[in-house]
T-cell receptor, first 114, second 114 residues
Framework: KQEVTQIPAALSVPEGENLVLNCSFT??????LQWFRQDPGKGLTSLLL?????REQTSGRLNASLDKSSGRSTLYIAASQPGDSATYLC?????????????FGQGTILTVHP | EAGVAQSPRYKIIEKRQSVAFWCNPI?????LYWYQQILGQGPKLLIQ????????DSQLPKDRFSAERLKGVDSTLKIQPAKLEDSAVYLC????????????FGPGTRLTVL
């Protein structure tokens, strides 16, 4: 059974800092890994998707890496801003198909203060 | 394109009552997912449809939860009778469009069982 763990559970940083969120998973036979953002009372917004054959993906100030063999992914946020405050969720898709089940971590609550 | 629509956004019921949630996925998406997100946790898959067939319902409490996806488009999730521990946000997601690896989430329905 796939298990996904995110560290830290919560993080508070001053504006402008670079930061790293960590995600680990127990079964390396994944199809892809996705990072989501969730604002209070809202649904999930996809940030980055990394295929199992890829090592990293970048979008603006965000960079996600994937080390499938060790079961780890990191989300790097550069020059953090108060608008980045949200819960960040990591999810892995079961191997084999593009519509396989997503297993989520419990999330990292990020607060960026001015 | 329009996103995933869900209704109602909020629902408060007493235990042992029944409740139903509705989801309209993104047009053309073959795959539809229902997730349960308890406060402080990541979403947990309840059921996954591919068109109008069930792909995975292994974590659906079938003694009280049911779901259907008529004609492979809209879906309803029902709880009967509700328990206190069913208080959560119920998220609907769809996928299988041009970017077939991604899931797109609706805003969710927040259920409170008193």
């Amino acid at each position: 059974k796939q298990e996904v763990t995110q560290i830290p559970a919560a993080l508070s940083v001053p504006e402008g800092e670079n930061l790293v969120l960590n995600c680990s998973f127990t079964d390396s036979a994944i199809y892809n890994l996705q990072w989501f953002r969730q604002d209070p009372g809202k649904g999930l917004t996809s940030l980055l998707l990394i295929q199992s054959s890829q090592r990293e993906q970048t979008s603006g100030r965000l960079n996600a890496s994937l080390d499938k063999s060790s079961g780890r992914s990191t989300l790097y946020i550069a020059a953090s801003q108060p608008g980045d405050s949200a819960t960040y969720l990591c999810a892995v898709r079961a191997g084999g198909t593009s519509y396989g089940k997503l297993t989520f971590g419990q999330g990292t609550i990020l607060t960026v203060h001015p | 394109e329009a996103g995933v629509a869900q209704s109602p956004r909020y629902k408060i019921i007493e235990k042992r009552q029944s409740v139903a949630f509705w989801c309209n996925p993104i047009s053309g998406h073959a795959t539809l997912y229902w997730y349960q997100q308890i406060l402080g946790q990541g979403p947990k898959l309840l059921i996954q449809f591919q068109n109008n067939g069930v792909v995975d319902d292994s974590q659906l409490p079938k003694d009280r939860f049911s779901a259907e996806r008529l004609k492979g488009v809209d879906s309803t999730l029902k709880i009967q009778p509700a328990k206190l521990e069913d208080s959560a946000v119920y998220l609907c997601a769809s996928g299988g469009g041009a970017l077939s690896n991604e899931q797109f989430f609706g805003p969710g329905t927040r259920l409170t069982v008193l």
